[in-house]
């Protein structure tokens, strides 16, 4: 199947700073991705759809200038938590699919994810 | 928002018994996907099952999907300790929000050997 790739896997910062997450299809391209989150014990939101070479689309709820979105290219996309408080702490995991619409496979391949700790 | 609701929570069972989890949803979909996770991890796509279907299998593994009642199974036959982890559903509308998944709450199921 699918690869998928995010780094850091986990990182701790001080309240203020910024964190970046990578997250990367390592053997197909992928002109979508998705970025979630989740909270312990919880489910997964969705955040924002991120699409290569156009500006991401967000969700109701999440504030774009908190969390910049950049899809560089068919293999890379990438999450700024912008002035990180310490209820941006939360497990965060990208997704991407080969293809959506009929006749399309529809699957979603998620990469393992990145715990953030803000302090 | 969540899409929908997962039954139950949480599932303990022993090695060799089946496992039923069942998740409800409320708008109309293109099509419907589990997903495992171990915890602290990422997500493993299992099944996904298309609006059009009523039954899927793959290996150990059953779903059910009754569109008129916006529900569906999964049931995972002879249960393995391996098989520890949370189970959730994801649902995609399809036409403009191809992709987007819409997470059920998720099942935690605990195989005990």
Avoid at chain 1, 36 to 50: C, D, E, G, I, V
Wanted: with cysteine; proline share 3%; aromatic share 8%.
């Amino acid at each position: 199947g699918a690869v998928v790739s995010q780094h850091p896997s986990w990182v701790i910062c001080k309240s203020g700073t910024s964190v970046k997450i990578e997250c990367r299809s390592l053997d197909f391209q992928a002109t979508t991705m998705f970025w979630y989150r989740q909270f312990p014990k919880q489910s997964l939101m969705l955040m924002a759809t991120s699409n290569e070479g156009s500006k991401a689309t967000y969700e109701q709820g999440v504030e774009k200038d908190k969390f910049l979105i950049n899809h560089a290219s068919l293999t890379l996309s990438t999450l700024t938590v912008t002035s990180a408080h310490p209820e941006d702490s939360s497990f965060y995991i990208c997704s991407c699919g080969l293809g959506f619409g009929s006749g399309s496979r529809d699957t979603q391949y998620f990469g393992p994810g990145t715990r953030l700790t803000v302090l | 928002s969540q899409q929908g609701e997962e039954d139950p929570q949480a599932l303990s069972i022993q090695e060799g018994e089946n496992a039923t989890m069942n998740c409800s949803y409320k708008t109309s979909i293109n099509n419907l996907q589990w997903y495992r996770q171990n915890s602290g991890r990422g997500l493993v796509h299992l099944i996904l099952i298309r609006s059009n279907e009523r039954e899927k299998h793959s290996g150990r593994l059953r779903v059910t999907l009754d569109t008129s009642k916006k529900s569906s199974s999964l049931l995972i036959t002879a249960s393995r300790a391996a098989d520890t982890a949370s189970y959730f559903c994801a649902t995609d509308a399809g036409t403009d929000s191809w992709g987007k998944l819409q997470f059920g709450s998720g099942t935690q199921v605990v195989v005990t050997p």
